[in-house]
Nanobody, 118 residues
Framework: QVQLVESGGGLVQPGGSLRLSCVAS????????IGWFRQAPGKEREGVSC?????????YYVDSVKGRATISRDSAKNTVYLQMNSLKPEDTAVYYC??????????WGQGTQVTVSS
């Protein structure tokens, strides 16, 4: 059974940290692009970060999280993480994991809520 499950969201104060997890089951994360997206209320979904396992692990970040976020992969656990530090209220959103293997599959998780508030 194919599943992509995010976790790790929650309520955190400004300046705090969270580590989001994206666990894949029923398929491999090899030869894929794994991305983290977020959608805040009333806004369009935006890409936050991605890791390209197809090329050995190149990583990319949207400007608004550069220096505050780190994406990583644990091959043994078939999991991708997004470590977010120095969180700001504008980081509040539902965070989604997406895995694309061109021409083979394109999966989305159900999302995990991140709320940054004092």
């Amino acid at each position: 059974q194919v599943q992509l499950v995010e976790s790790g969201g929650g309520l955190v104060q400004p300046g705090g940290s969270l580590r989001l997890s994206c666990v894949a089951s029923g398929f491999s994360l090899d030869y894929s692009v794994i991305g983290w997206f977020r959608q805040a209320p009333g806004k369009e979904r935006e890409g936050v970060s991605c890791i390209v396992t197809a090329d050995g692990g190149s990583t990319y970040y949207v400007d608004s999280v550069k220096g505050r976020a780190t994406i990583s992969r644990d091959s043994a656990k078939n999991t991708v993480y997004l470590q977010m530090n120095s969180l700001k209220p504008e980081d509040t959103a539902v965070y989604y994991c997406n895995v694309v293997r061109r021409g083979v599959y394109d999966y989305w998780g159900q999302g995990t809520q991140v709320t940054v508030s004092s």
